[in-house]
């Protein structure tokens, strides 16, 4: 019977069994190690990068185990040697010529960011996730070179890892000025701001393990993602909204001398995003659509489906617009493909790979599969899955197949013995006692432990542990069958999420109980829309508090010019743009600051009036009540306990 402590444990012979065949079964090509270190001009300048509380915010030796010349080709056995390859191709830094004109910082930061050389300064793309990094990024390239301004930055898409650092690049008096132009694709704001709002505080919390943010870096912890090593720690996010909106494929800029082309892929790896061609370079940056990994369709921390089939509509678009004169391609992550041979074998590979899960998918449903049955027969072909990049390190065929079944078919597999099943801890309690009592259950499962069928005991001990949460030994079995599972993962994120949870489950706990979750930085709230600010409103309310609270207020944003008529009744919110109520309750004279401030619970209303932001006629009562009826959400609610 396997040993049970709270301990991380070692592979188990059957974990080991597994990881000899996924060596066996990987090509030997070691071709991305040569791309990844072409062009290296510079090596980080700094091992560690500080943050504003002391700490550091990226830290390069945390990950020297990666780089062990004795594991360069026998990696530990708890680490699928898939993605050991994968971390330390991601481990490779420092400054890289892509082609004459075009360099890239790889390795400070989850994300690259890349400077292209202009007639006398330069344009950036994507400048990382935190000032911080995106700093000692500016400060290699500016020791390798002769420092230069900048004159505009790009961001592809709308995922922070591309802009958040901007303010480590350019400030905003610059921009304010003309001095520094910001060009994004059309509704890059809006989906900045709002992909993370609403649902703000569960997302931050479920990348958390996602991104194994609370897990040791070493050989039975955090690794890589796929994409990269890792996010930022604490990092300091921020956002200048851009300038210049690209609404069409096709349009041309010239900045600086360098001329660009766009091509819009909205609701491919982001609802806002593009590509953008530099015909001068013969360079082509796809952005994140086409990287060294399987993307995600359904992201693991929670997000809205992406579209596979207009996914690979754009790449094939890319191949049709801008191949024949294409002699690099590079993106925000991993490593570039030079040779027109490369980028189209890469593009259309990759082009095929979305293709074929998105089809398939529909086919096997069509025939009446359901989305987990599919999810279990689905495999890309050799001539796909052998390709590296095209491997599960970040999306996986199994949780993108359920995406694609997902966006067209919803949750429900039509089974109606799965349409009003009971909540976790209700069901749990049932199923242990239909399974004879928690003792009985545990005693089947450590036989499945030992026989190695590690999926089956996290599955059914999950029910003890949300029977009886205080049961250590329902907990520590599943941990420990979380932990085989993590160790046989090619997926990053999926190795971070059963390491967590583990971890959680050895604690009795996470971490993070009663950490506030205002997820949502006071910089955020302020590019947020008016609108965006009464949608979030809503989500804070409580509606079951506020059932019988009916308040009509007016609303005025005098920096924006900017009437609104707000209404609360029946538990829920209304706004209506360009109107009074005429017998309001309650007027609110405020700036769009102030208001953010109040709706994202970053300021008090007494503070707000005091320094003059918010100015209130009418019932106080009445909008006290609905402050009071407004929720606080706890950043560290649980996961894998009830």
Known sequence: MSELNSDRKDATPATQRLQEEARASMSNDRSDFDRVRRGLLASPRQRQIPGRFGHAVWDHDSYAFLDDPERSNDPPATVHPSLWRQGQLNNVAGLFEVVDGIYQVRGLDISNITFIRGDSGWIVID??????????????????FNERPIHAVIYTHSHTDHFGGVRGVINEADVLAERVEIIAPAGFLEAAVSENVLAGTVMLRRATY????LLARDEKGH????????LPALPSVGLIGPTREIHTTGTELTIDGVRMIFQITPGTEAPAEMNIFFPELSALCMAENCTANQHNLYTLRGAQVRDALAWSKYINESIELYLD????????????????????DYLASQRDAYRYVHDQTLRLANHGLTMNEIAEELTLPDSLGDQFFNRGYYGTMSHNAKAVYQRYLGWFDANPAHLHVHPPVAAAQRYVAFMGGAQSVLEKAHQSFDAGDYRWVAEVVNHVVFADPSNEAARLLQADALE?????SESGPWRDFYLTGAQELRSNGTALAGVAGNALSSEFANAMSTEMLFDLLGVRLNGPRAANLAVNADVQVTDRDEQWALGVMNGA????????????H??????????????SGHGELETLEANGAMAIDGSRNDLSSLLSALDTFSFGFEIVLP
Not at 223 to 230: C, F, P, S, W, Y
Not at 573 to 584: D, I, K, L
């Open 586 to 599: 309650v007027s609110i004279r405020c700036t769009h600051a102030a208001l953010a401030a109040l709706i």
């Open 223 to 230: 690794v890589d993602t796929g994409l990269g090593k890792g």
């Open 484 to 488: 085989q599972l993590s160790y046989q």
């Open 210 to 213: 996602m991104y194994g943010a």
């Open 127 to 144: 400048p990382l996730t935190s000032r911080e990094t995106a700093e000692a990024a500016l400060e290699l390239i500016h020791s390798h």
């Open 573 to 584: 919110v209304n706004a209506v743009a360009g109107r009074t109520h005429g017998e309001a």
């Open 325 to 344: 004169e294409t002699t690099v391609l590079f993106a925000s992550h991993h490593w570039p493909r030079w040779g027109q041979d490369e980028a189209r």
